[in-house]
């Protein structure tokens, strides 16, 4: 598997991130492609393509091929994967390249079987997968083979994974497909009851940001996407954080209900070195110290939760003792 042509690859929902050996992080753009509808020929993938959904015409279609950590659309996965190889590559080789990509712990057989097909029908000459977990734990910087015990919490787009690991393995792991898309789908029906008015997700999720970043009270200027000429909605702060609450809850809950089923071994080697927290949801303002103040438990968050799983893997993947350790579906 190591070679030349070797790429780790985090596809997640929202955002598809590669790094390259020697080079590191070479793509970081949105999951989305864009295609003429009757042909299928692809138009342009990541960024490009995100700013076109919702304003295409009739013969062109804006499509979104992972759906909460899992893929939606095989043939639209394996088009994403084609044009993101070709434009990597450069066509400087004859075969196409290996690649490893990084999946929630959980995913099923059936799931794990549809990436490896994306990948080839993409164009890779082999496709592995290493486990989120590793990956993110290695991006963090944790020592995945001390006899110790890591917590790791990873909230993602489409996936929240929380996982204890210990010896170079994961002893426990649980995951539920809801994660930070979910909050912005909260902040979107709460508003909409509250003031009869659409906003879209891109706003949703700036309001997320600012209400994370920031604990005055100013209204936010959005614009009302119920109407054919949108009219600005003035929201104020408050009421993006009190739609964020019931999410809240949910995460603190799949928190307390994982701590409960942990070795009382682990106690003592959690409560020294506390939870990592990784993932885009990380960088939510008040959500460390949410679960500092409800677990009593040191709570650290890396200097890039976005890219931990990129570059965990793709350490993974210049190591070759670690990458035999870690490596499934050979």
Sequence with gaps: MLSRRLYAIDLGTDN????????????????????????????????????????????????????????????????????????????????????????????????????????????????????????????????????????????????TEISLLSCGSVVASRSVRSAGWDFEQEIIDYLDARYRGRISRRDAEMLKIEAGCSDADIPVPIKNRSDALPRALQIPLTDVREALKPGIRRLSDFIRAFLRILPPDFAPYIRENGLYLTGGTALLGGLKSHIEREFSLRTVVGQNPLQEIALGAGRIIEDRKLFAHLVTGR
């Design 16 to 159: 598809t991130i590669v790094f390259e050996p020697s080079r590191g992080i070479i793509f970081n753009e949105p999951t989305y492609i864009a295609l003429h509808r009757h042909s299928g020929k692809v138009l342009c993938i990541g960024r490009e393509a995100k700013e076109m959904a919702g304003k295409t015409p009739p013969h062109l279609t804006v499509i979104k091929p992972l759906s909460q950590g899992a893929i939606a659309n095989l043939d639209a996965t394996g088009l994403f994967l084609r044009h993101l190889i070709d434009m990597l590559m450069r066509r400087r080789a004859l075969f196409g390249p290996a690649i490893a990509v990084s999946i929630p712990f959980d995913l099923t057989s059936f799931e794990r079987n549809a990436v490896r097909e994306a990948g080839i029908q993409g164009g890779a000459r082999s496709v592995v997968m290493i486990e989120d977990p590793y990956s993110a734990a290695v991006g963090a910087g944790i020592d995945l083979l001390a006899p110790s015990g890591a917590l790791l919490l990873d909230i993602g787009s489409g996936v």
